[in-house]
């Protein structure tokens, strides 16, 4: 199993960046596909942004290519997320998650993927 811990929301101004990063604990981090999701209270929880166990492949979400980047840091078992020029649509929670599951090539989008999901860090984006 691993453990998620997310970290880095707060409240930022429309137009201006934010980093949050989820820190893994457990056996074998490197070896997950990681997730970042994003849900807002009484909607479902979307995607945002994925990479795979190697760093080799990385997925966006529409809404957000070419704003977030996301990376991954193996040696510190971390995974972080750049997000820049945000929007006030770009408010919510955000979760990270961790796969080992088969076809993640396919399924990096669907929370039903990731079987290990963080708290959430809160990210409001004010106007």
């Known amino acids: 199993q691993v453990q998620l811990v997310e970290t880095g929301g707060g409240l930022v101004q429309v137009g201006g960046s934010l980093r949050v990063s989820c820190a893994g604990s457990g056996s074998s981090f490197s070896a997950y596909d990681m997730g970042w999701f994003r849900q807002v209270p009484g909607k479902e929880r979307e995607f945002v942004a994925a990479?795979?166990?190697?760093?080799?492949?990385?997925y966006y979400d529409d809404s957000v290519k070419g704003r977030f980047t996301i990376s991954r840091d193996s040696a510190k078992n971390t995974v972080s997320m750049q997000m820049n020029s945000l929007k006030p649509g770009d408010t919510a929670f955000y979760y990270c998650?961790?796969?080992?599951?088969?076809?993640?090539?396919?399924?990096?989008?669907?929370?039903?993927?990731?079987?290990?999901w963080g708290q959430g860090t809160r990210v409001p984006v004010a106007s």
């Open positions: 998650a961790a796969s080992r599951l088969w076809g993640f090539n396919e399924g990096y989008g669907r929370c039903s993927q990731y079987p290990y």
């Open positions: 990479v795979s166990w190697s760093g080799s492949d990385t």
